[in-house]
């Protein structure tokens, strides 16, 4: 397989809706915004535990 077919089967929470709080959390996928420039680079079992948090995640008081 190759890097574009592995990069397009990959999860992701991403919904693109790419605006963000002042906390620099993503309103679409709550994720904080160095988590979404390295989504590439996490490991599989990396993305997993965050979008795993993402369920629970208060992105009004989460803080970096």
Known sequence: MNEQ???RQ???PCVSIC???ENKFCIGCNRHM???F???DYTDDMRSSI???LL???IDTATE
């Open 51 to 53: 979008m795993k948090d």
């Open 10 to 12: 990959m999860k992701s």
């Open 38 to 40: 390295d989504w590439f």
């Open 34 to 36: 160095n988590e979404i």
């Open 56 to 58: 629970t995640r208060d």
């Open 5 to 7: 077919s592995r990069l």
């Open 19 to 21: 605006k963000y709080n």
